[in-house]
């Protein structure tokens, strides 16, 4: 086999099937890629039971309603930092919240005390919007990534809110 022969063989059984694997294995990477940190716009979070979602966050406008444990709303504005932002924003990302479904789990009747969380991020090209059901029994880690991500949320929101003392 000629020089020029093995080069044309070694392109063709090595390079191309590397160049389409790249293609194949960052292709849902790059469409992600509007997800950027610099595109945050806005980030609303609300959780409670059922469809009675009483308790919400909202990071453009800081306004933050909860039930405390005497069963009262209190309402505060509490902004964050954008080194919270930042966190959130790589925790989505570790926990490949853009590619979550839109729902997580499906709203039953078989039980009133559901929960349910309710995660909306705006960016200026794209949002994402996830709704995640408390009774979900599908992929046990998609549902621990998602949780694990409404931790996040509101341990961060906790931080700022004792920052603020408010």
């Known amino acids: 086999m000629s020089n020029k022969g093995k080069k044309i063989f070694l392109a063709l059984t090595i390079i191309l099937p590397m160049i389409i694997y790249c293609y194949i294995y960052y292709k849902p990477i790059i469409q992600n890629a509007p997800f950027r940190k610099n595109d945050f716009v806005s980030m609303d979070y609300k ?17 933050y309603q909860y039930v405390n444990s005497r069963d009262s709303v209190i309402t505060k504005r509490v902004l964050l930092k954008s080194d919270d932002i930042l966190y ?10 853009w590619n979550f479904p839109d729902t997580i789990g499906v709203k ?4 009133m005390s559901v929960p349910r969380y309710d995660m909306f991020f705006q960016y200026k090209e794209k949002a994402k919007h996830v709704v995640v059901y408390g009774d979900f029994d599908g992929n ?13 949320i509101e341990d961060t929101i906790n931080q700022a809110e004792k920052r603020s003392g408010k």
């Open 140 to 152: 046990p880690k998609l549902l621990d990534a998602a949780m694990q991500m409404r931790k996040v």
């Open 88 to 97: 959130i924003h790589s925790k989505a990302n570790e926990l490949g919240l």
């Open 47 to 63: 959780w409670g039971i059922k469809d009675t979602l009483e308790n919400q966050y909202n990071s453009k406008t800081g306004a």
């Open 108 to 111: 039953s009747s078989k039980s």
